[in-house]
């Protein structure tokens, strides 16, 4: 069993930054991508990007197209989700999530979504404000 564990959420002014980090323990296969989604108070959950093990290769939503960046650690078992210029907007719990076999990547279409991954992370809050 897959176990996840998010890390690096906060409280930030407008125009800030902030780095959130998920670990998954357990993986055994090494075709597997994982994902950032988010989900705002009374909102879906909606998803953010992804990164997949195989190539390195990344989905960014329209709205953190520019803004986040997605990356993964040597071993691929971390993930890393830079956020920079942050808005108001983007306040929400955020969620990391994994699974085998989905291929992220901008021509992907629909793209990954959140029926598609199986784990799940206990999320942490980001809130933007001044």
């Known amino acids: 069993e897959v176990q996840l564990v998010e890390s690096g959420g906060g409280l930030v002014q407008p125009g800030g930054s902030l780095r959130l980090s998920c670990t998954a323990s357990?993986?055994?296969?090494?075709?597997?991508?994982i994902g950032w989604f988010r989900q705002a108070p009374g909102k879906e959950r909606e998803g953010v990007s992804c990164?997949?093990?195989?190539?390195?290769?990344?989905y960014y939503a329209d709205s953190v197209k520019g803004r986040f960046t997605i990356s993964s650690s040597d071993a691929k078992n971390t993930v890393f989700l830079q956020m920079d210029s942050l808005e108001p907007e983007d306040t929400a719990v955020y969620y990391c999530a994994f699974d085998l076999y989905i291929y992220c990547a901008p021509h992907v279409n629909p793209p990954p979504g959140v029926d598609d991954f199986t784990s799940w992370g206990q999320g942490t809050q980001v809130t933007v404000s001044s």
């Open positions: 990164i997949t093990s195989t190539d390195g290769s990344t």
């Open positions: 357990g993986v055994i296969s090494d075709d597997f991508s």
